[in-house]
């Protein structure tokens, strides 16, 4: 195992365990207003977005950052107050 494939694994790792929080956080601030499954299908539209992203470091805090304005959004249509 080189160097690079090491640091690739643990990247990899990292992004998953920030993915899950991230999407835990959501769901802790939204879960009593929205809908089940509209988080996840917010999460997995805006990590889509971001799939093709050169500095991956960043996408799962840049993930949850797109997720909770479109999420505050929903709930101000939905509810009038965010």
Do not use: K
Request: charged share 30%; glycine share 8%.
């Amino acid at each position: 195992m080189t160097l690079d494939t090491a640091s690739s694994g643990i990247a990899r790792r990292t992004e998953r365990r920030s993915q899950s929080e991230g999407q835990h956080r959501l769901e802790r601030e939204f879960g009593d207003r929205v809908p089940p499954g509209v988080i996840d299908g917010i999460w997995s539209e805006e990590e889509n977005r971001l799939r093709g992203a050169r500095v991956v470091h960043y996408v799962p805090l840049l993930v949850e950052r797109a997720a909770r304005v479109r999420l505050r959004e929903f709930c101000a249509t939905v509810h009038g107050a965010a």
